[in-house]
Nanobody, 125 residues
Framework: QVQLVESGGGLVQAGGSLRLSCAAS????????MGWFRQAPGKERAIVAA????????YYTDSVKGRFTISRDNAKNTVYLQMNSLKPEDTAVYYC??????????????????WGQGTQVTVSS
């Protein structure tokens, strides 16, 4: 069983930055693929970025490429999402997710078994 706790959300002006963190319980974090998803009001939950357990593979949805960076520190059981040049359309609840895996990235939300409670990110114009 893995428990995930997100932090770092908040209110920021357009062009600003935030860093989200997701702390995971469990001793096998290093064998979990991780993903960040977001869900805006009235929209489906969608992938933002994903990272393999070794960090050798990453994925970004097109709208965040060049602005967001996913990373992980397996010694700290934590995955991060650095968000720069934020836009109002980035406003959403952000969730981290985990699954046991080989060294791969996973895109769809149904691929993930464990989810955090979410953290709100609001970008004002």
């Amino acid at each position: 069983q893995v428990q995930l706790v997100e932090s770092g959300g908040g209110l920021v002006q357009a062009g600003g930055s935030l860093r989200l963190s997701c702390a995971a319980s469990g001793r096998t974090f290093s064998r979990y693929a991780m993903g960040w998803f977001r869900q805006a009001p009235g929209k489906e939950r969608a992938i933002v970025a994903a990272i393999s357990w070794s960090s050798s593979r990453t994925y970004y949805t097109d709208s965040v490429k060049g602005r967001f960076t996913i990373s992980r520190d397996n010694a700290k059981n934590t995955v991060y999402l650095q968000m720069n040049s934020l836009k109002p359309e980035d406003t959403a609840v952000y969730y981290c997710a985990a699954r046991e895996s080989y060294d791969a990235v996973y895109i769809g939300p149904t691929n993930y078994k464990y989810w955090g409670q979410g953290t709100q990110v609001t970008v004002s114009s």
